[in-house]
Structure formats: C-alpha cells, structure tokens
C-alpha cells in the first residue's frame, strides 16, 4: 500500500470517519505525553491536517483521572464550540460507553502515536472496516454454532446472541475501526487460555492493573460465568484474589463474563513490548486479528478484567474465519468485494503486521 504517512492517516480520520467538511470546528481533546500512553506529536499531525482540510482547531488537555474520569463544565462549553471532539486521550475511552453531548461527532483515537498514524493501522480506509465489521456482525448474528480456540489450549463454543441495536456498542465513534460489535457471553461455555497475564480493560485504574503467572492458565466459563481457573496452584490463587480484589472495589458481579470480541485490523500493530505498559497495550493493540479477549467482571461492557486469547481460530458454522490469528476476511460473504473495492485494505490483508508486544505462541 502506497503513500503511507501520518499524515495521510490523519485524513483518513478527518475525511473518512468524521466525515469533516470545510469549515466545521474541530477540538482535540488530548493527554499529555507525560502519562506515559499518548505520545506529543499526534495533536500537530492531527491540526496540521484538519487545517489543510479548513476545519477550525481548538486544542485542550484534558489529562488523565484514572479514579474520576468525567466531562468537566469547561469541557462541556468547549463541546458546545464543535461540530466534530476527538480524543486523544484516555478519557475518551474511559468514558466510551457513556452519554456524549448529542449533535456532535465525537471521536476516540486508538492510533497513541504518531508512529501509527504513519502505519497501516490508520492508513487503510475507514470506509473498508467498517464495511467488514458490518459483515462480521451479521454473520455472527444469523449463525448456529460458533467455536473458539488457539494454541494455548482455548477451546469455546457456543450461539451468538447478538445485539446489534445501538446499545450493543458504544456512543462514539472509533478510529481506527479494528473489532466487530461484541458477543454476548451467555450462551458460551468452555476455557479460555491466558496469555500469562490478567489485565485490566481501560474501563476503571486500579494497582495492581496487572498480575501475571508463571505457569499456563486457563479460566473455565460456563454460559459466561468464570467457575474457576486450572494451573499452577500458586497462579490459581493469585487469579482468584485479583477477582476477589477488582470485584469488592467495584461492587460488580465477580464471576459475570460480559462478551467477546477478536481484531479485524491486519494493520494493528504494536512495535513495543506489552509488558512496560499494559494499559497502553490494553487501548491500542486488541484490534490485531491475533487478539480476541473477553470483557469479564461486572455485568457491562467492557467490565473491569480482560482475558486476551493470543493467535485465536474462530470457525462461523464450520467456516474458519480467523485461523491462527489470521483473519481470512474474503471468506465473509461479501468480503472478497470489500477487498476488491479497497485495495489498500487487502494489501493490510496480505501482509499483516503481526507484531502486537508479545512473543508468537504458534
């Protein structure tokens, strides 16, 4: 795929996801770099590009409050003052699942960096993935049996039961677009392996966010509820008391598992280790097709414990859509001409980045 650029990224946010027309009002709501998750370049690639497409910019930080994210009243006069409010900044995913100001177009950023506003990530039309997560999710919903596995020794299965009315998602718009509407939990049974670590979903902070185990683990479902885990005794016992820690601060159902979801973004890669910045590897990195993970612990989206399934196979009524973490998207009806109508997309599908922070399973 040609032209690939941060720049280039930039307007396919601008053009293709918030539809921006010369003269709206753009405010960038954004974290400063010192948080350790946005980097400081994205804002002036953003700007720079919003004023080549004659959008009025404003800028604000809006920090990071991980024990009290909310739109304060400046923040709300200073939506007021937009047609179109993008997060760069957690905030915006913290509050993902929230009420936004009605008649705006607000946007999260899951593109941290500048470095992947130049990556296939957020080059590859807008337009192409949203069309594939459209198709997912409604071969999801009119099939019979769906199984999940992967190398570690997954193995789910269960009907989907989707929702796809609008409070099935969230309110906001994404960018990129990189998971399909998640799957209820309820009518799936089975066990699904981690990745050597439980860590938190960017819903709510807490310390320790992450704890990680020293053998193989696996939670046991059944009709999304976690009735256990099997390993080592010692890293059973750490996965119980983290459970029992998250689930008393909250107040939320220990044991509820939400939904699921895997990647669709061939383009989402992560060029750092996931271990230095869980959180950061939590918001940026699941839209790979090598992650599916579980929203658990609460009774909402996205719940407080995430479990990434790593190289995942997913079969749709014995059609193996993703494969060793390798999502076949022309095998989606439908999905041959998606491809063929967007050529920088099926070059993503050609040649994925399947860098996402850990070393391969497979």
Known sequence: MSDITPEHGARNLLQNCAQARAGERLLI??????????????????????R?????VEAVDVGFNPDNPHLSDALLQAFERADIILFLARLGDQLRFSEMPQGKKVIVSFAVTKELFGSGFSNGHH???????????????????????????????????????????????????????????HSFTGRIAMPGFLTGTGSKYYEPYTVEFDGPLLAVMHEGRLTGFDGLPT??????????????????DRNFVHSWHAGIHPGCGYPWDARENYERWGGAAFGNPRILHFHTCGAYAPGEISWNVIDPTIKV??????????????????????????????????????????????
């Open 317 to 362: 009524d014995r059609v193996t859509l993703w494969e060793n973490g390798h999502f076949h998207a022309e095998r989606l009806p439908g999905g041959a001409e998606i491809l063929a109508r967007f050529p920088c997309a099926a070059a993503l599908f050609a040649t994925p980045d399947t860098d996402i922070g850990l070393r391969r399973t497979a």
């Open 235 to 252: 890293d059973v016992a750490k996965a119980e008391a983290h459970y029992d820690f998250v689930a008393k601060m909250f107040g939320i």
């Open 29 to 50: 709501a954004y974290e400063p770099p010192e948080y350790g998750y946005f980097d400081a370049d994205s804002v002036q690639v953003v700007t720079s590009a919003a």
């Open 52 to 56: 080549d497409l004659d959008l009025a």
């Open 127 to 185: 337009d192409a993935f949203m069309a594939l997560k459209s198709l997912v999710n409604q071969t999801l919903a009119t099939s019979q049996h769906v199984e999940l596995s992967c190398p570690a020794g997954t193995q789910v299965s269960g009907r989907p039961e989707m929702n796809l009315a609008p409070s099935g998602d969230t309110s906001i718009l994404r960018f990129p677009m990189s998971v399909f509407t998640p799957v209820p939990a």
